[in-house]
């Protein structure tokens, strides 16, 4: 059976609000029955609760709901729309500045249980910002949404959307430590694969928009598997406790071992020519991006030639990433170093020229 939290919170986010219970007309139409509130249940845990335990949550959360009519002919819903509306202390403007940006930033950071439960809050937060016209915070609270932006990645492309259901259980996952049932969808395939994983989520992480799942199962053991959250379908949340990774460390497993970098190789020191183009200020050369961005912590610069080029070294990971960043600033970086990804580039060099020499090919 689900634990007592995690039904009462889904108790609440599923129960329709009725503002005035004594108006028994409009609840009974607003409200709903308890085979349809079973029913709702179902969709998100495995194995769903049955009518007794969900009564006796129901229960206990009798100044949070209510019901008209008796027996099966029963329809319930909750009193509140949060408890926070029934404290009437009005809100600060700096805490409803704080509450906006929240809500501009939060909605992959939070699992979706809270981020429903917060909706009130950034409700009230912004009408506080709206109705206090003349309050001088109030005014520079609602500037202040004009005045900062978060950018997610720097690639011209759109990332793809991810299913509300999926993120929603996919968080409750990682928010009470339960297992997750799933299918994947493989790149290039239009179709979810027919196995189904049964796995122990352990973090989710937001890369330049685009939402992976970091789980693991006991079929590879201390083994960590990435999941692209727009190709996982069927999420089910078990009510089987997660196995507990004691040595996952999110920040190592981006960070140090480079498993955002996407096929991360053994280190290496790279070693690269960097020139500076002339289109400056009145022709002179214009700083390249990498004298302020660090591929590495010890990244090296030295041997400045007066071409505007000079030589800059770092202990680094080859990786798709790394490859996409060097690809993309073919034109200014040569790489000395290592001769293996020297060749490499060199034989791109090749293949990019035929294409572009083709004529044939021409429109």
């Not at 959250?229 to 949340?237: G, K, P, Q």
């Amino acid at each position: 059976m689900p634990s007592n939290s995690r039904l009462v919170e889904a108790l609440f986010r599923l129960l329709p609000y009725v503002e005035d219970e004594d108006d028994v007309r409009k609840a009974a139409s607003i409200g709903i029955s308890m085979s349809d509130l079973l029913a709702r249940l179902a969709v998100e845990f495995d194995p769903q609760p049955n009518e007794r335990t969900v009564r006796r949550a129901l229960g206990d959360m009798s100044e949070l709901v209510s019901h008209v009519g008796h027996t099966r002919g029963a329809r319930w819903f909750k009193t509140s729309a949060t408890p926070l509306l029934r404290d009437e202390r009005t809100m600060s403007a700096n805490l409803a500045i704080a509450l906006c940006a929240l809500d501009r930033v939060a909605a992959w950071q939070l699992p979706a249980v809270v981020l429903a439960e917060l909706k009130p809050y950034f409700e009230r937060a912004a009408a506080t910002l709206a109705l206090e016209g003349n309050n001088e915070r109030a005014k520079r609270g609602r500037s202040w949404a004009s005045k900062t932006l978060r950018i997610d990645g720097t690639q011209p492309v759109l990332p793809p959307p991810v299913d509300a259901g999926i993120y929603h259980a996919v968080t409750q996952g990682l928010l009470y430590d339960l297992k997750l049932s799933f299918r994947n969808r493989r790149a290039g395939e239009t179709e979810p694969g027919k196995r189904v994983y049964r796995m122990s989520p352990l973090a989710l992480v937001d890369r330049a928009g685009v939402l992976y799942l970091i789980a693991w199962g006991p079929d590879s053991p201390g083994n960590q598997f990435m999941f692209r959250m727009d190709r996982l379908s069927d999420v089910r949340v078990s009510e089987e406790p997660a196995d507990q990774d004691p040595a996952f460390d999110l920040m190592k497993y981006v960070e140090t071992e480079s498993k955002f970098h996407f096929m991360p190789e053994p280190e290496v020191e790279l070693k690269l020519r960097v020139y500076e183009s002339a289109t400056g200020e009145q022709g002179k050369s214009a700083s390249h991006m990498l004298r302020e961005f660090r591929l590495s912590s010890d990244q090296n610069l030295m041997e400045e030639r007066e071409n505007g080029s000079f030589v800059l070294t770092a202990r680094v990971k080859p990786s798709v990433t790394l490859r996409q960043f060097l690809h993309s600033h073919s034109d200014s970086i040569e790489i000395l170093a290592p001769q293996s990804l020297r060749d490499e580039f060199a034989q791109r060099a090749r293949n990019l020229l035929a294409r572009y020499d083709d004529v044939s090919a021409t429109p």
